[in-house]
C-alpha cells in the first residue's frame, strides 16, 4: 500500500499524574509480592512454639511455676494479712481469727448444738436415775402370807456374777471410749477435717502475716483437741453410763432377783395346782378337786403378798434406767461412726468448741480468747507459662516463666456481719537459665 494511502496512526496516549501514580503503586507491589516469594525458600523458618502449662501448688511444689505461684501467694497473703489487721484495729477486746476454708461454717454448728444438747440431756438423766437407785430403800425379802417357805436369797456368787456382768458392760463401753480416742488422735495427727493444698498455702502465709502483726489466728482443724468441752462431756457420760449400770446390776439383785424367783416359782405351782383341779373334776374327783382349791387359793394369796408395790415400782425403776443405758449406747454410736473419708460427728462437733470456748493463746494462759472473727479464705485459680523465645537467631537458652494467682476472702465478726472482703490477684515471672540450670530472679 502506498505510502500516502496508509492510515493515520493515533498519537500516543499521555496520562496524567494521578494514572501514573497509581500505575507505579502497581509495578512495586507486583515486585515485592515476587522477592517475598523468592526469599521465602531462603528464610529460616521457626519451628519452635511457646509451651503453656497448668500447674497447681500443692501437687507440683516443687517445679518452677510452683515456686512463682507461691510468690503470688506470698503477696496476697500479705495484702489480705493488711486488711484483716485493720479491721481488728477497730475491736477493743483482744480476738483470735478463725482462718475457715468453707463458708458453711453453720452446718457444722448445728452438728455442735445438736450433739452438746443431746449430752448435756443424758448427763441430766443419768444424774437422776444414778441418784433415785442410791437413794431408795432396800426391799425387804419376800415373805408368803401362808408362812411357808419361799425362794432363799441369792446366794453371793449370783451377785458376784451380776457385778461382774456389769463390769464386763462397763468394759465394753470403755472399749468404745478408747476407739473413739484413737480415732480422734489418728484424725488430728494427720488432719481433724478434708483440706485442699492451694487453701493450706494461702493460710499459711495469711497465719503468718496475721502474727508479725500481733493478730492471734487459728486454722480450722489444725489445733489440739485436748481441752474440748464437748469430748470431756462425752467422757463424762461414759463414766455415769459404767456407774450407773453397776448401780442397776446391784439392785436388781439385791431388791428384785429374789422376789422374781419366788413370783416364777409360785407361778409354776399355780399353774401346776389349776392343771391337777381341772384334771380331778374330770375325773369324778370332787374332794381332790377341793382340796387343790384350797391350795390354789392360798398360792395365789402368796403371790399377792410378795408382788408388793414396792417391787412393782423397783422393777419400773430398774427398767427406765437399762432403757435409758440403751439409749445412750445408740447415740454413742452413732456419733462416733465415720464415713469413709470424713470425720465422725463427735469430732467435728468438737472442732466446734473453739467457737463458742475459745483458745488460749499462749501454752501458759489462764483464760481462753474468744474467736471474735471468721476469715474465709479460697485460692479461685492459678496458673502459669513458659515462655520460649523463637527467631533466626533464638538459642533459647533462658525461659521465660509467669505465673499468678487469684484469691478471694472474707472476714465477719461474731454474729456473721461481713466486716471487708474481696478478689485480687498476684503475678510473679522469672528467667530459667537453661545453659546454668539457674532461675534468674527480676
Known sequence: MPEDQKPAEDPPLTLDAEAQALRLAKYKAEAR?????????????????P???ETTIGEKAGSLLGNLALRGIGQLGEHIAIDVDQQMERTAKPHVVLIVSATGVAAGDAAHAEITTRLDWF????????????????????????????????????LAAAA???GAAGMSVLGLAADVV??????????????????????????????????????DGFHL???????????????????LEETVA????????????????????????????????AAGEDAAAANGEAQLAVLQQDLAAIQTAEYLARTAQIATAKALIAAFDGFAGAITKAADGATTPLVAAALRDVIHHGVKTTPDAQQRTPIGHLLYLSVSSSGGEQITRTGLFANNERLGLVASVQATYLLADATGVVLTGGSDGAASHARFNVKDNRLEWP
Not at 225 to 234: D, K, M, N, P, V
Open 33 to 49: 509480592k515476587a522477592i517475598a516469594a523468592a526469599d521465602a525458600g531462603l528464610l529460616y523458618q521457626p519451628k519452635a512454639t
Open 164 to 166: 461382774g456382768q456389769a
Open 250 to 281: 446391784e439392785r436388781q439383785a439385791l431388791d428384785l432377783t429374789a422376789t422374781a424367783d419366788a413370783i416364777t416359782a409360785l407361778r409354776t405351782r399355780i399353774g401346776a395346782v389349776g392343771a391337777a383341779i381341772d384334771k380331778a373334776r
Open 225 to 243: 483437741l485436748e481441752g474440748s468441752e464437748t469430748l470431756a462431756a462425752f467422757g463424762g457420760l461414759q463414766a455415769a453410763r459404767w456407774a
Open 123 to 158: 448427763a441430766e438423766r443419768f444424774a437422776e436415775a444414778q441418784a433415785a437407785l442410791e437413794a431408795a430403800p432396800p426391799i425387804p425379802q419376800p415373805q408368803p402370807a401362808s408362812g411357808g417357805a419361799t425362794t432363799a436369797a441369792l446366794p453371793l456368787l449370783a
Open 51 to 53: 509451651v503453656k502449662g
Open 182 to 219: 484413737s480415732m480422734f488422735k489418728s484424725d488430728y495427727a494427720v488432719t481433724a477435717r478434708e483440706i485442699s493444698v492451694e487453701f493450706e498455702a494461702l493460710a499459711a502465709v495469711v497465719a503468718r502475716e496475721l502474727r508479725e502483726r500481733d493478730v492471734a489466728a487459728v486454722v
